[in-house]
């Protein structure tokens, strides 16, 4: 489904029933990103979207994080949704971050997963000169979610698959060189710094104990930031989080805040 909103169109799904929540992808990732975890928020109207750089949307220009929690928040409220919940993994824990900022009226809460403040060196390094790469032609879409692969899945993941002599996957629909550029200029120009000590709203971090993409330690400083906030460390996972590794402290953290 398309909604027109803020001057894009943008692309969402909305499944399940109860109570609403909303998925924010990061970083690349469209919509399908939640596949996993939507069946497992049982009891719970389910809406994914694809941000502004990637998957079915459609825009013009560039656009900031901010303008990407305004869409999200623009969704919500077109589809009768006053107050949800919101997940957001990676660049969508930013986007979600900027929610709670600049729209807590509209949050019951909000689960930031694999998330961050300072954005570490070496991953910005990596995803910034594959970016320039794919978009002058000198990389390959594919080599780009090669890189993206191996920094975001822990090792535990590339083990399993190779006893069972799998390759880990490279997704069959490619994204746009160009929407890769605009999201990360959108990703490096957002900092929102000791401003995250202002935030009321019930905080759920979920941070992989073996993340390095963006370290446990930069969920950790999240947490510390926003007042009340609570963490999940998950043991073994990177930035990738399998959902049946959270899905369950997440619905319970959604319990105690149904209003």
């Not at 694999?114 to 970016?131: K, N, Q």
């Amino acid at each position: 489904m398309f909604a027109e909103l803020n001057g894009a169109r943008i692309c969402y799904d909305v499944q399940g029933e109860g109570d609403p929540v909303l998925l924010i992808e990061g970083f690349g990732a469209n919509r399908k990103f939640w596949k996993g975890l939507v069946p497992l928020l049982e009891g719970h109207t389910v809406v994914t979207l694809d941000n502004r750089g990637v998957g079915d949307t459609e825009y013009s220009g560039g656009f900031t994080i901010d303008d990407l929690a305004d869409d999200a928040v623009a969704l919500m409220s077109m589809l009768g949704f006053d107050r949800f919940h919101v997940v957001g993994w990676s660049m969508g824990s930013l986007i979600a971050q900027s929610m709670l900022l600049r729209h807590r009226d509209v949050l019951k809460d909000a689960v930031l997963i694999s998330t961050y403040i300072d954005r570490p060196a070496r991953s910005s390094y990596v995803l910034g000169e594959f970016t320039r790469m794919v978009n002058d032609g000198t990389a390959t879409m594919e080599s780009f979610f090669v890189m993206v692969n191996a920094f975001v899945f822990s090792e535990m993941v590339f083990r399993d698959l190779e006893d069972k002599g799998i390759t880990m996957p490279i997704p069959k629909r490619l994204e746009r060189p160009e929407g890769l550029r605009d999201q990360l200029i959108a990703v490096c120009d957002f900092y929102p710094g000791q401003t995250l000590s202002q935030v009321t709203t019930p905080v759920l971090v979920v941070q992989g104990t073996e993340d390095i993409m963006t370290p446990f330690h930069q969920g950790e400083v999240v947490r510390d930031l926003i007042p009340g906030a609570e963490i999940l460390p998950v043991e073994g996972q990177g930035h990738t989080i399998g959902p049946k590794y959270y899905s369950s402290a997440v619905l319970e953290f959604f319990s105690r805040h149904p209003e």
